[in-house]
């Protein structure tokens, strides 16, 4: 299966905290990505990581790429409230298509 | 710019009814994509569209479901004959070039159907 799948479907944690998600995948990649769905809402784009990156930062999120592994895993810095969300790894193989995994509800307790 | 437009954001149909969802991309974005979110599930591909082509449908229920792009307007969802397992929200994105390419998608917020 090209899905990527996220490692813990679920994380409870306190503001301040670090959060890492983990996404592994089975197929070849051209790149991978992350998006974050708060409830009821449509998904938005966090950050993209292609197969010849290992790691890639954008704010308080840390992106690295293992294609060794197959993985890759995703570091929220210093969490907030307002990151509760659920994340999705989506990934980019031979085909145009993006392929999303099942997610990963994050709660951050204020 | 405006954003990712979906409509109905709502919709409930009974069974055997037909149910059309729109989605207008955003300004000069002419890649679409269509894909379906069930409860606490993650987003299964349905169909990508470019200005009046179906480029990949491998995602598409053989029957019943059908999506196009036209030159002009939005791009449609048709849902025909509705059933209950049809019931889900449906999610449009847009990305001016290929994920090929430029990877990033941009989502609109949703048509969320409910057969009775």
């Known amino acids: 299966s090209q899905q990527g799948e996220e490692d813990p479907q679920a994380l409870s944690i306190q503001e301040g905290e670090n959060a890492t998600m983990n996404c592994s995948y089975k197929?070849?990649?051209?790149?991978l990505q992350w998006y974050r769905q708060n409830s009821g809402r449509g998904l938005v784009h966090l950050i993209l990581?292609?197969?010849?990156?290992r790691e890639k930062h954008s704010g308080r999120l840390r992106v690295t790429l293992d294609t060794s592994k197959k993985s890759s895993s995703l570091l929220i810095t210093a969490s907030r409230a307002a990151d509760t969300a659920s994340y999705f790894c989506a990934i980019q193989g031979g085909s145009e298509k993006l392929v999303f995994g099942k997610g990963m509800k994050l709660t951050v307790n204020p | 710019n405006a954003g990712v437009m979906q409509n109905p954001r709502h919709l409930v149909r009974r069974r055997g009814q037909e149910a059309r969802l729109r989605c207008s991309p955003m300004k000069g974005h002419s890649h679409v994509y269509w894909y379906r979110q069930l409860p606490e599930e993650g987003l299964k591909f349905m169909v990508y569209?470019?200005?009046?082509?179906?480029?990949?449908e491998s995602g598409m229920p053989k029957e019943r479901f059908s999506a196009e792009f036209p030159k002009e307007g939005p791009s449609i969802l048709r849902i025909q004959q509705v059933v209950r397992g049809d019931s889900a929200a449906y999610f449009c994105a847009s990305s001016a070039q290929g994920t090929a390419n430029t990877g990033e998608l941009f989502f609109g917020e949703g048509s969320r159907l409910t057969v009775l």
């Open positions: 569209l470019q200005k009046e082509n179906i480029i990949d």
């Open positions: 990581i292609r197969s010849n990156e």
């Open positions: 197929t070849s990649i051209n790149n």
